[in-house]
């Protein structure tokens, strides 16, 4: 039997109606609809429609997927980068 843990996630968010904005606020949506960004975690072309999240790192604003694990895993970067647990504890 697999044992489910729910653990609180901070998550910043965008308004649907509010990403392309956004997107090319920070020059990234030309490159997004023109198949050139990859998921910072799985690699994976990102689209519009598979845009999952963004995330600073380095100093620079990478892309991440709408899987769910590569969602998890950039919650994880996240946490790190501001020096948070990324269970909430």
Do not use: H
């Given at each position: 039997?697999?044992?489910?843990?729910?653990r609180p996630?901070r998550?910043?968010?965008v308004f649907?109606?509010?990403v392309?904005?956004?997107?090319?606020?920070?020059?990234?949506y030309?490159?997004?609809?023109?198949?050139?960004?990859?998921c910072?975690i799985c690699?994976?072309?990102?689209s519009?429609s598979?845009?999952?999240?963004l995330?600073?790192?380095?100093?620079?604003?990478?892309?991440v997927c709408n899987k769910p694990r590569?969602l998890w895993?950039a919650?994880?970067?996240?946490a790190a980068?501001?020096?948070?647990?990324?269970f909430?504890?």
């Amino acid at each position: 039997m697999v044992k489910v843990v729910r653990r609180p996630l901070r998550v910043a968010a965008v308004f649907e109606g509010d990403v392309v904005d956004v997107l090319k606020g920070l020059g990234l949506y030309e490159q997004l609809v023109e198949g050139k960004l990859r998921c910072f975690i799985c690699d994976e072309v990102v689209s519009l429609s598979t845009l999952g999240g963004l995330l600073k790192v380095g100093g620079r604003v990478r892309v991440v997927c709408n899987k769910p694990r590569c969602l998890w895993e950039a919650s994880k970067v996240s946490a790190a980068l501001q020096g948070e647990s990324p269970f909430g504890t």
